[in-house]
């Protein structure tokens, strides 16, 4: 009877021991997977920074080697233009000299709301969009438009500056390289989310041949940073599509 009770005592033992471990062992590995969890987790928070601190870096310097060219170009041929005028200014061309004058104010009144930091720092995404689709019709670059339908929604800053960084883009492949007339901008608010499609009608390429050219796979990279969807489509001598899928936070 007694030697019953001591292997009772043992084998009770053993599995107390046996079930002490096993919870040690496994608070140890639900530590070790927390701590990777938590890790993980910072190093993404922290690129996800530095992509945000990145694009916006991108930005700026796309708008300053837009605005060096208004500069240069534009508004320096306007001034040698009202220079001109002003040299051999008549009764009858005066009115001429103050048309020129005017525009050249005109664009440098444009150029300021591209340089204002605070613009630049807190993109309003349609005010931004409106601004390039603008410039490119003032410049006489491509005839854009913009349509806006839903009502506005307040979109997450760091996603604003990674879909306009994207569009950005999207506008120089076309201005450079897809000869294309007309660029047409769609931004579609509803309850749950932007809904953005972007198309001109240029040269466009063959999906296949290029496969993840043309910045696709960048496009797609950043537009996952922020749970987008962005899917590109082009048809040759049709015209290239842009379709953003962005759901509200």
């Known amino acids: 009877m007694q030697e019953n009770g001591e292997i009772v005592l043992i084998v009770s033992t053993i599995l107390i021991l046996i079930i002490v471990i096993s919870l040690i062992i496994l608070f140890t590995v639900f530590q070790r997977k927390k701590n990777f969890l ?25 708008t300053l080697r837009n605005i060096s060219w208004e ?28 048309d020129t004058i005017t525009k050249g104010l005109t664009e440098v009144r444009a150029l ?23 410039r490119f019709n003032r410049l006489g670059f491509i005839q854009s438009k913009l349509i806006v339908t839903g009502l506005e929604q307040e979109i997450n800053q760091k996603a604003t500056v990674i879909i306009f ?8 492949n076309t201005i450079k390289h897809a ?6 901008v769609q931004l579609n ?7 953005i499609v972007t198309k001109d009608n240029g040269v ?22 922020i749970g987008a969807e962005a899917m590109l489509t082009s048809e040759e001598n049709k015209g290239t599509n ?5 759901n509200y936070e």
């Open 204 to 225: 466009g390429f063959i999906a296949n041949a290029k496969k993840e050219g043309i910045g696709l796979l960048n496009i797609k990279a950043r537009a996952k940073l």
């Open 189 to 195: 608010y509803t309850a749950n989310g932007l809904h």
């Open 38 to 62: 938590v890790i993980k987790q910072k190093e993404e928070q922290e690129r996800f920074e530095k992509e945000i601190a990145e694009t916006q870096i991108e930005i700026r310097e796309e």
């Open 71 to 98: 500069l240069h170009d534009n508004i320096g041929q306007l001034l040698t233009l009202a220079k001109i005028q002003l040299q051999s200014a008549t009764q009858e061309n005066i009115a001429e000299v103050r």
């Open 165 to 172: 960084r994207i569009l950005q883009e999207f506008f120089s």
């Open 242 to 246: 842009l379709e953003i899928k962005y």
């Open 112 to 134: 300021s709301k591209l340089i204002n930091p605070e613009a630049l720092d807190n993109i309003n995404l349609k005010e931004a969009i409106q601004l390039e689709v603008d």
């Open 179 to 184: 000869r294309a007339t007309e660029l047409i």
